[in-house]
């Protein structure tokens, strides 16, 4: 199944106030960051390493904001938050393993928390550009009821920690840039 947004998974779109130029200016960044070494070698290929939320370049600024800002909206309330971060993903059908590994949740089990993607870049020459997003398991990987969220550019797509998801289909030999993010909140 393939949906736009439901309750679990909300939409929220900033490209009124993000600019290609900056979004093309964030994906030169984490390029540079992937090739100076700076990305998990123990995950996926080519997640960042670094919390891209503690940037000081102007669009990071606006990333955090409009993540926090996301969340708030999802809650229907300001929250005190304890930790927020973000990383990167770089991907391509070369970086690709058995998607059944990529199967998880961020929960810590540490109180409340949230989690957001954004798609920075989606290859041009993508086939099935539905299923190309991010996979959610709402009731697990093991059990009925997986969709594809359908991705949205300058969007926001806020979901709670605890929900088993991956990445979608990789289709191109073209990179695939993210921004992922999680907070955790009182």
């Known amino acids: 199944m393939i949906i736009d947004s439901n309750d679990l998974c909300r939409k ?14 964030s994906i030169d960044t984490i390029k540079s960051l992937i090739d100076n070494g700076h990305y998990f070698t123990n995950s996926p290929p080519y997640q960042t390493n670094q919390n891209l939320f503690q940037r000081q370049e102007p669009i990071w600024l606006k990333y955090r904001m409009t993540f926090l ?23 391509n059908l ?5 998607r059944d590994k990529y199967w998880h949740h961020h929960d810590k089990h540490s109180g409340q928390s949230m989690s957001g993607i954004m798609y920075l870049r989606i290859p041009d020459d993508v086939k099935d550009f539905d299923t190309c997003g991010t996979e ?18 300058l969007t926001w797509m806020i979901y709670p920690s605890t929900i088993w ?6 289709q191109s030999d073209q990179h695939r840039f993210i921004l992922a993010a999680d907070i955790d909140y009182e």
């Not at 929220?12 to 900056?22: G, K, N, V």
């Not at 800002?69 to 991907?91: D, K």
């Not at 070369?94 to 058995?98: A, I, N, R, W």
């Open 136 to 153: 959610i398991a709402p009731n697990g990987p093991e059990s009925d009821g997986k969709f594809f969220v359908k991705p949205s550019y």
């Open 94 to 98: 070369s970086t690709v393993e058995d």
């Open 69 to 91: 800002t996301s969340v708030f909206l999802y809650l229907g309330s300001e929250r005190r938050v304890s930790n927020m971060q973000a990383w990167s993903f770089m991907t």
């Open 165 to 170: 998801h991956r990445p979608g289909i990789v």
């Open 12 to 25: 929220y779109d900033y490209s009124s106030l993000i600019t290609q130029a900056e979004v093309d200016s």
